[in-house]
């Protein structure tokens, strides 16, 4: 089982800010690797698919990057609406599909 | 636009059976792949199955492995999951979500329904 790990396990930022999040693999997943937003008491909600590949309706701030075991999700400019906790995961090595334990975003 | 969402959470004993169903809306419930998530927090988000859109060829993780049954009614535009032997750990919110197209690409999650298991 392909095991996710996510730094920081917080982010404290104020809106306009840059938000880097990363995500590493305990082996390669290639860049088949996956981001989603979810706020409180909503449903994930798919952002980055495929490493790099936003998804649609996702807004242009929001960028992904990585491949093999080191994966980055930027948001450039840091909107009120985007506080949120972050999860990757992967589908290179599956079954299981693997999620990591997230990336809490909070904007002061 | 897709809607999926999820009924027939509740609080159930251990040893005990669930049966989950998920509505589609706003896609061709036939041509996708279904999984079904479930969240906590203290383990996150955890998979726990797949089924193709062909409804045959199902993959479960191995925490419910021989447990849990997944299974789809595409003429009802219906996703279901079948929870036996409940355990307290099996305690969690449970999504079911649509594929993009049987590779993982979990592209929308309805909003979950709650099963505790509790005696």
């Known amino acids: 089982e392909i095991v996710l790990t996510q730094s920081p396990a917080t982010l404290s930022l104020s809106p306009g800010d840059r938000a880097t999040l990363s995500c590493r693999a305990s082996q390669s997943v290639s860049t088949y690797l996956a981001w989603f937003q979810q706020r409180p008491g909503q449903a994930p909600r798919l952002l980055i698919f495929d490493a790099s590949n936003r998804a649609p309706g996702i807004p242009a701030r929001f960028s992904g990057s990585g491949s093999g075991t080191d994966f980055t999700l930027t948001i450039s400019s840091l909107e009120p609406e985007d506080s949120a906790v972050y999860f990757c995961q992967q589908r290179s090595n599956w079954p299981p599909f693997t999620f990591g334990p997230g990336t809490k975003v909070e904007l002061k | 636009q897709v809607q999926l969402v999820e009924s027939g959470g509740g609080v159930v004993q251990p040893g005990k059976s669930l049966r989950l169903s998920c509505a589609a809306s706003g896609f061709t419930f036939s041509d996708y792949g279904m999984h079904w998530v479930r969240q906590t927090p203290g383990k996150g988000l955890e998979w726990l199955a797949v089924i193709r859109n062909e409804g045959r060829h199902k993959y479960y993780a191995d925490s419910v492995k021989g447990r849990f049954t997944i299974s789809r009614d595409d003429s009802h535009n219906a996703l279901f999951l079948q929870m036996d032997t409940l355990r307290p750990e099996d305690t969690a919110v449970y999504f079911c979500?649509?594929?993009?197209?049987?590779?993982?690409?979990?592209?929308?999650w309805g909003q979950g329904t709650l099963v505790t298991v509790s005696s």
């Open positions: 979500a649509k594929d993009a197209g049987m590779k993982g690409i979990l592209d929308y």
